[in-house]
Antibody, heavy 114, light 110 residues
Framework: QVQLQQWGAGLLKPSETLSLTCGVYGGFFTGYYWSWVRQSPGKGLEWIGE???????NYNPSLKSRVTLSADTSKNQVSLELKSVTAADTAVYYC????????WGQGTMVIVSS | QSVLTQPPSASGTPGQRVTISCSGSNSNIGSNTVNWYQQLPGTAPTLLIHTFNQRLSGVPARFSGSRSGTSASLAISGLQSEDEADYYCAAWDDSLNGPVFGGGTKLTVL
């Protein structure tokens, strides 16, 4: 059974870079897009972007200038970097399998505060 | 503001049938499939229904989905206490070239 396990720093200061990793266990990594979605009280669920095993990416235009997604097929991992964070980036961040997310990671709460 | 519009809350008593609506546009629900997710407190969303009305393995048959034009609905019949959760709709959006989500509906079982 496929499981997604996330990890990364949960407390950041404004202007720092958010960095999260999502490991894929118990299933195929290639052949899928891997998505990142965030959930904040003010904006609900928001799609951040997607990356496939070959490294092809697609980003939400509202975040495109600050986001980088990458995939490491040797480790079955995908990573999210979000630069220059502000308090508005405070949210729970999820990785998910597929373009619409059929399996989700456990979520990582990220708080941006000075 | 979410791209897809859902009522913020819904409620019913055990055994009742409740329906949660999701309104979108031609660029999302009107031309692409709809998924429904259930989110229990403190947990990640889990996929309940995909492609309008296809239940994931293990999802009870009392959960059903439908679409009409640019709107979709999730119906839960024979409501049970364990159905109390937040429910989200989602659809691929051709303008965004990505998925869009509803704001979520908090279902309370009275």
């Amino acid at each position: 059974q496929v499981q997604l396990q996330q990890w990364g720093a949960g407390l950041l200061k404004p202007s720092e870079t958010l960095s999260l990793t999502c490991g894929v266990y118990g299933g195929f990594f290639t052949g899928y897009y891997w998505s990142w979605v965030r959930q904040s009280p003010g904006k609900g669920l928001e799609w951040i972007g997607e990356v496939n095993h070959g490294g092809s990416t697609n980003y939400n235009p509202s975040l495109k200038s600050r986001v980088t997604l990458s995939a490491d097929t040797s480790k079955n991992q995908v990573s999210l970097e979000l630069k220059s964070v502000t308090a508005a980036d405070t949210a729970v961040y999820y990785c998910a399998r597929g373009r619409m997310g059929d399996i989700w990671g456990q979520g990582t709460m990220v708080i941006v505060s000075s | 503001q979410s791209v897809l519009t859902q009522p913020p809350s819904a409620s019913g008593t055990p055994g009742q049938r409740v329906t949660i609506s999701c309104s979108g546009s031609n660029s999302n629900i009107g031309s692409n499939t709809v998924n429904w997710y259930q989110q229990l407190p403190g947990t990640a969303p889990t996929l309940l229904i995909h492609t309008f009305n296809q239940r994931l393995s293990g999802v009870p048959a009392r959960f059903s989905g439908s679409r009409s034009g640019t709107s979709a609905s999730l119906a839960i019949s024979g409501l049970q206490s364990e159905d109390e959760a937040d429910y989200y709709c989602a659809a691929w959006d051709d303008s965004l070239n990505g998925p869009v989500f509803g704001g979520g509906t908090k279902l309370t079982v009275l």
